[in-house]
Every structure is written in C-alpha cells, then in structure tokens.
C-alpha cells in the first residue's frame, strides 16, 4: 500500500527541494498548512472539536468527572490526557495496547497544558479535599498525513476552550450529565501553543506532510506562552547543535502566531 | 402512567433525519459517514490485504475482520477507551451482518479490515456502523453481491415504532418498557441480523418485522444516493 513507506527516491527528492527552500505542496520552511477547526462535533461531550491540518485530521473530546484529589493538592483539580492512533486513520496502526508513538502524543499534549498551567485547577475544586473536578482531554486521530502531534495540541485546546462544566447535584452527590451550565471551563487566557520543527538535512521544517515526517532527521516539540517556553521535547536520535536551537528559538513566535489565531477564534 | 410520545415528535414509523457521505478518510482504501438524527458512525476499509499472521490465513477465501468501538466522549458519563465485552460482540455481529453479500472467495489468504467508530450516540449505534461500513466496502471496491441496510425498530410499552432513539432506548421506562430490535436486511429483503432485548409478542414480532423491512428501504435508497454522488463527484 503506498501510504505504508516512503520511497527513498521521494526522500532523496524532498532533501534536494529543502536545500533551496522548497517543499513539494508549495510552502516554505516554516508554514502550516491550512488549519480547520469545528467544534461541538459530538454533542454528550462537554467539549468536543475537529481539527484538521491539511489532510491530516483529529477528533478531541473532553468529558469531566468527580473523583478525589491528590493528597498534596486537595483543593484542585485534575486531568487526564489519553490518545489512541486508530487503524481507521492509517494502514500503519494496529489495535492492542497502546504502543510509544501514541503515549508520546498523549504525554507532549498532557505537558504542554499542564506545565502552562492552563487549566485554573484550583477554580474546580467541589470540596477540598473530598471532591473534585478531573478533565478526561480524549484524542482520536481520523487520517494520518503527517504532524499527528500538532494537530492532537491544537484540538485538546480548542476542545478545553470550548468546553461547558456539567450540572452538579449538590445535595444528593451527583453529576447530571447531560446538562451544562452556562460555566466555560475555566481556563487562561494565555494559549500554551505546542509546534513540533523537524530537522531534514541541514534544514529546519514545521507542518511535515506523512512522507516529511518519514525522513525527518531529528525533531523538537516546543511548547510556548506568548513570549515564553513551557515546555520541550527533543525526539529520535540525530543530534541537534546550539545554531540549531538558535533556528527553532528564533521561528518559535511567528509559528506560535499562526497556530495561536486559529486557537483564539474559538469561543 | 404516562404515555408514550416520541420525545422528538416523529411518527411512530418515522426515521430521524438520515445523512451519508463517503470519502471521509482520504488513507483509507474506501470510508463513509452514516447518521442517524444525533448518532454518527464512521467507518473506514483497508484491503484486501495479506494476512498476519500468516496462521490465520484461510486458503479458502477471504477473511473480513470488524471492529467496532465508541469514541469515549460520545456518550454523557463518559466510558473507557478501548475495548469492552459490548464492542467485542458488536464487531462480530457487524462480520455477520456483511458477510453474507461479500465476494469474500475471491480473496484467499487475504484479510479485509473494517473499522467503525460511533462519534456521537443516541442508540442504534450499531446499525449506524453497520450502514457506514457497508458503504466504506463499497466505495473500496470490494465487489459485492448487494448492499445491506441496517435498522433498529422497538416497541416502547405497547407502541411499535422505527428507528429507536436514546430516550426510547434507555430512558422511558413506564408500562411494558422497551425492546429494541435492530435488523439489517439485504435490497431483497433476506436477514443478516438480528437482534432482540425485551419482551414482545409473536404478533407484535410480525408486525414489527415488515416496519424494518419498509425502514431498511430508505436507508438503502440514502445509501444508494451516497454512493452515487461520489462516483458523479459531487459532494
């Protein structure tokens, strides 16, 4: 099937094309492709969104609960991050536990939100110490075609955005599911932008379409605030030198930007 | 005791708005939407394709393979990712309920793999996927000798009725309660499933039986008119 493996000929080709700043769909180094972003797909989800990137598509979804907070934080609330690659969106996944590639989403996506602390836990606090709120940020990938990671970032924050707090039932204990209050979830106001460069030869990328991603080198997820880092991962093998860095740190605002705006549309 | 009214206002033989749509994954060998009023199926087809492994290859024919599943945030208290007894049965039951018009000897040692996933529910989820994948098949070119169509039909206390929604499914519980029975029929109108939870008489049964059959109808002619456009490329 030929969406299994990239050629090495295409490789060799895209390798040739980013030595002069060309890309085979048109865009340079450091361009998205168009970003999509629909929300309340499903409607029994507090928040539900559908991102697609070109032709790479994601469906998030986020559900709350109650449960017990964490003895070292008994007046917040929690969350919980889970991804699955689904065979329906590429010949390249197959069902049974969730394997590195899929953890790695879900934990980049868990961080980035996390260590930005976008989520106001403390304002989901039902009784300290007794009952909280957690956040189930649930990511489904529908077609692969590259940037699955992005594209997972984006949704969660669109989704969390979006997202209404269900009715509580005080007295007897109880969430109405099903019903929501007028509530948003509450959350800052300062997006937490996750973007992946990858590193193809001596060039630096954002965006890669499927057959990008195959022959990219080495790669790093940046996650920023405006004007600020939250959080990095470098990952696979290559290595990466301190121009490198100096490249990426120098291109993190304008990609920041263009993800950023198609994030704050969302109400 | 209260009485039963559609909580949506339909006729008692009224099927919610219907919407189907194929090509809804561009990786995939063939895929299709298919909706019911709030119940949304996806489904998408690799293959056919060499079996692993390779014990499980049938030298006789082809082998399908379903797999049905909930996203977890498409229901109001959440479930748990991954699979359950319930996907596991209905993946089977969906096998079942396609087989029967698949060339599938054609197809020796090869595995045909269908994926169904239910974006947003209010019953009938499984003759959604049904509907959907039998579409996906379609449009991936696996020759067939029919089109199946799926629909759930119940009786709600003593009313017999079409296309059960999640009110009538899980929440009207007054007088004789509910029974909910999904079917899928071939075009010519031969059962490839059958399912029954409830309680009903053998009249009842009958009359019930020829309202899926007329309801089976119409999912087929939206099918049809799916499938139809995408071949003339319109939307």
Known sequence: MDSMITPNMTGERIRKYLTEGKRFDGRKPFEFRNIEIETKISKNAEGSVRVKIGNTEVMVGVKMATSVPYPDSPNEGTMMVTSELLPLS???????????PAIEVARLVDRAIRESKFIQFDKLCIKEGEKVWTVFIDIYTINDDGNLQDAASIGALAALKSAK??????????????????????????????????????????????????????????????????????????????????????????????????????K | MKE??????????????????????????????????????IASVFGPKKMHPQHSQDPEKGTLRCNYNMFSFSVEDRIRPGPSRRSTEISKITEWALEPVLMIDSFPNQVIDVHIHIIQASASTRCAGINAAAMALAHAGIPMKDMVSSISVGKIDKQLIVDVNKYEDSVFKEGEGATDIPF?????????????????????????????????????????????????GKE
């Open chain 1, 165 to 266: 707090i269900p009715k509580y039932d005080a007295e007897n204990d109880k969430v109405l599911f099903g019903e929501w209050t007028d509530e948003n979830l509450p959350v800052s106001k300062d997006l937490p932008i996750s973007m992946t460069f990858h590193k193809i030869g001596n060039n630096f990328i954002v965006d890669p379409t499927r057959d990008e991603e195959d022959i990219s080198e080495t790669r790093l997820t940046v996650g920023s605030t405006a004007g600020m880092i939250s959080s990095m991962q470098k990952g696979n093998s290559q290595t990466l030198s301190m121009e490198d860095l100096n490249i990426i740190l120098d291109n993190v605002d304008s990609v920041r930007k263009t993800i950023a705006t198609a994030v704050e549309k969302i």
């Open chain 2, 184 to 232: 899928t029929f071939t075009h010519d109108g031969k059962i490839t499933h059958l399912q029954l939870d409830g309680k009903i008489s053998k009249e009842d049964f009958k009359t019930v039986m020829n309202l899926a059959k007329e309801g089976a109808k119409k999912v087929y002619e939206v099918q049809k008119q799916a499938l139809k456009d995408s071949i003339e």
């Open chain 1, 90 to 100: 590429s010949p390249r996944f197959e069902y049974g536990p969730p394997k590195f």
């Open chain 2, 4 to 41: 039963f009214i559609r909580d949506d206002g339909r006729k008692f033989d009224e099927i919610r708005p219907m919407k189907a749509k194929v090509g809804v994954v561009p990786n995939a060998d063939g895929s299709a939407m298919f909706q019911f009023g709030d119940t949304i199926a």
